[in-house]
Structures are given as structure tokens and as C-alpha cells.
């Protein structure tokens, strides 16, 4: 079968991360449709620690 991302011919049997050729592939797929979820959930931690530091 192919990778759905990469086009490129993989192996199911053995494979950790089918339907894909590679955790790179697994990633891209998984940024595909997580990526507004993943923002937020990542932004609010993420300004509170940057407003914690005034470097100037
Ligand atoms: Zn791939």
C-alpha cells in the first residue's frame, strides 16, 4: 500500500506506523487535522510564560 501523505510505497505488517511510511508522515497527518486544536491549547501557557520574562 502507499502512504497516504508521501505517496511512497509501505509496509503494513511490522509497521508502527501505518498507513504511513514514517512517523514524519504519522506527524504531518496528525498536524493536518489537530492543528487549530493543538494552537490553543498550546498558546495560553505559552504567553503566560513570555508576559512572566520582561527581557528589557
Ligand atoms: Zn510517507
Given at each position: 500500500?502507499?502512504?497516504?501523505?508521501c505517496k511512497k510505497t509501505t509496509v503494513w505488517e511490522g509497521n508502527?506506523?501505518?498507513p504511513f511510511c514514517s512517523e514524519r508522515c504519522r506527524i504531518?497527518?496528525?498536524g493536518n487535522w489537530s492543528a487549530e486544536d493543538y494552537r490553543v491549547e498550546?498558546?495560553?501557557?505559552d504567553t503566560e510564560?513570555?508576559?512572566e520574562i520582561p527581557h528589557e
Open positions: 500500500m502507499k502512504c497516504p501523505i508502527p506506523d501505518r504531518i497527518d496528525l498550546t498558546a495560553l501557557p510564560e513570555k508576559a
